[in-house]
């Protein structure tokens, strides 16, 4: 995936049509939802056409709905609002119905954001992102963004805000940077705020660590994250000023006793070697036996101090960190959307991913298929038009697919085996 900081009207524009969503459909196939994908042979009827147009003005009058009541009263009910909005937003490409309304969603969002509290707030720090991902790259995206990034910023500097408010806050600013901010030096200013927290849990120069409760290494950790998501977006210069203030201090969070933090900053590690040699193909790393050391002991923790849980979550990840840092290496994977296959093969297209997935959820396929914002990051060029005779021959038999799955964990299981240590493992029973 480039680096480069791009933006494009046309990344945003979602100009077709779509089938209305509900909790009642929602079992359909994807593909059932948007009518570039729908099967015509299920609207053949001649009454198909005016039932399509009557659900899809239904489904418009609940949203209608959801936006006035983002501004009632009770705190459930904007809660309750917010959440369907959320819910619209991570199951459907709404380009056209939000672009009308844009600036109403925004001042809704502005307004829980600075009056809510608690769940109201994080919720609509969540709508602010999706917002951000539907409008796609552009000037009502930067537009949203201009409103409602000094309020993302302020609280998360404020220390007596409520802290899972913060947490969301750092998420949700660094998706919104990335999708919608329009200039890369505020970018790097953004950056610098989400520093400012997860650098609080580095070794200190006397070799201390200041000790901090879960929640507050819960806001370090999404900080980390979104400073992450954001650094597969700098320049190459940049990337070297980080490397140089960052790769030495980065190590010291294998350490901390939080596992979620201990995986974030392998994984920002690996980002960054993998960065670095993309720069420079001699890239060195001086202490790097040391590091892989240290990744290597994670990778096999046997440790009877740390949750059996918590050893089964980082081993596989560091497995993975260790094999980016050491032999320069990424486990590709692939996406299956439809018709179509995507990729994952560096970690910089992961940490892209794993970040829209976090907002999008399930409906992560679909955005793949039919949001061309979502197809641009990913470089999977406009969204495909797949007729009914294509999707019945795309389809495999169930008795195909056992013989797929089976073979698939029998391959699985044995390439599994050759890391397990089994050995650490019957010990933590004993």
Request: hydrophobic letters at 40%; proline letters at 2%; aromatic letters at 8%.
């Amino acid at each position: 995936m480039p680096r480069s900081k791009k933006r494009s009207n046309k990344g945003g524009g979602q100009p077709r049509r779509v089938q209305p969503f509900s909790d009642e459909d929602a079992s359909i196939e994807t593909l059932s939802h948007c009518s570039s994908f729908s099967d015509s042979a299920s609207v053949a009827e001649e009454g198909g056409d005016v039932c399509e147009e009557a659900t899809q003005e239904d489904f418009e009058y609940k949203l209608k709905g959801f936006i006035d009541s983002t501004m009632d009263k009770s705190t459930k009910a904007r809660q309750s609002a917010l959440g369907g909005l959320k819910t619209a937003m991570a199951s459907k490409i709404l380009y056209e119905f939000i672009l009308e309304r844009r600036m109403t969603i925004t001042d809704s969002i502005e307004r829980c954001l600075k009056k809510g509290k608690g769940d109201e707030q994080c919720a609509a720090a969540s709508l602010a992102c999706l917002l951000c991902i539907q409008l796609g790259a552009g000037k009502e995206s930067e537009d949203v963004f201009k409103t409602l990034k000094p309020i993302f910023k302020n609280i998360l500097a404020d220390g007596t805000a409520n802290i899972q408010t913060r947490q969301a806050c750092a998420t949700s600013l660094g998706v919104c940077s990335l999708v919608a901010a329009d200039d890369i030096l505020d970018v790097y200013a953004t950056m610098e705020c989400f520093e400012s927290l997860f650098a609080k849990s580095y070794v200190k120069e006397d070799g201390t660590r200041s000790v901090y409760n879960a929640q507050t290494t819960v806001l370090h950790i999404n900080a980390l994250l979104s400073w992450t998501l954001l650094l597969t977006i700098c320049s190459n210069t940049e990337v070297k000023k980080i490397l140089k203030k960052h790769l030495p201090k980065l190590p010291s969070l294998l350490d901390c006793d939080d596992v979620n933090m201990r995986i974030a900053a392998g994984e920002t590690l690996a980002l960054l070697f993998e960065l670095a040699r993309d720069v420079d193909a001699e890239f060195e790393y001086e202490d790097l036996e040391s590091l892989c050391a240290k990744l290597r002991a994670l990778a096999t923790d046997g440790n009877k101090h740390r949750a059996k849980n918590d050893k089964r979550k980082q081993r596989p990840v560091f497995r993975d960190v260790l094999r980016a840092v050491e032999e320069g290496e990424f486990q590709t994977e692939m996406i299956k959307f439809g018709a179509e296959r995507m990729y994952i093969d560096s970690w910089v297209i992961k940490r892209t991913y794993d970040a829209f997935t976090e907002f999008v959820g399930s409906g992560m396929n679909y955005h793949l298929q039919a949001n061309e914002f979502i197809r641009n990051v990913f470089e999977l060029g406009p969204p495909m038009m797949v007729d009914a005779a294509t999707l019945k021959a795309m389809k495999v038999s169930r008795f195909e697919r056992h013989l797929y799955n089976a073979a698939a964990f029998k391959a699985r299981t044995k390439a599994r085996n050759k890391f397990r240590d089994k050995r650490v493992d019957i010990g933590e029973f004993i």
